[in-house]
DNA sequence: AGGCTGTGTAAGCAATGTCTTACACAGACT
DNA sequence: AGTCTGTGTAAGACATTGCTTACACAGCCT
């Protein structure tokens, strides 16, 4: 979970996990998404997510194609929600007592 | 949302979040439940918390009482499950087309 | 008033993270 | 074989984070 959040916790990371949502895409395409960093930048937040299991990667000839791997997120979904369910039962306990 | 996801990536605060999960707490005692780190360091999390809208904080006479605010976590939540999403509707559509 | 108790803040330092440029290397094309 | 295209990796500069110790200050108690 560690290594999810930590790599989500960056708005750049985020933005590819949305651009690659939908579907593969290619290194250079997600690269040319980020016309303010170079495409090196891009790549090491592709392996931060990659390592982190938030992406797939897939070889394909030249090109290495990327896509989103939501799995990653479970661990981190579970903590939200473990956080959040605690405002719910409060809710919950909030209107009985009404 | 970033305040937020930055401040949960880090594994300190996130064992404080779930401290103060079941209830207000204060300071000194949150403090002495992580003996391996300073009390000022503590307190520097915690407004880090706070700041990111993660916990509310009250004052009673000397003490802050601090309580996990997990609206805090909404945007957070919306990501992830935004993310989420994906790998349902591709689960739906490998039935679909099963 | 004076001295605890409880907490936040300031300054400084070591570790980490995020870029950039330069380079390496595999796969496609001629 | 030689070269181009696509992409990762290495090294280093710079900013940010997470700690520590020392200090500041408000609220209670006598």
Redesign the pocket.
Known sequence: MDDAL?AV??P??RAIMELVRDGEC????I?TRFP?????????????LADAGLVD?R????????ALRPEGLADAAGFIERMWSTQLRRLKEAVENE
Chains 1, 2 share one sequence.
């Open positions: 930590r916790a960056d750049t990371r290619c290194a250079g395409d690269a303010a960093m170079s495409r090196p930048a891009v790549s090491q937040h592709l392996k931060v990667v070889r394909d000839g030249n090109r290495r194609l990327y």
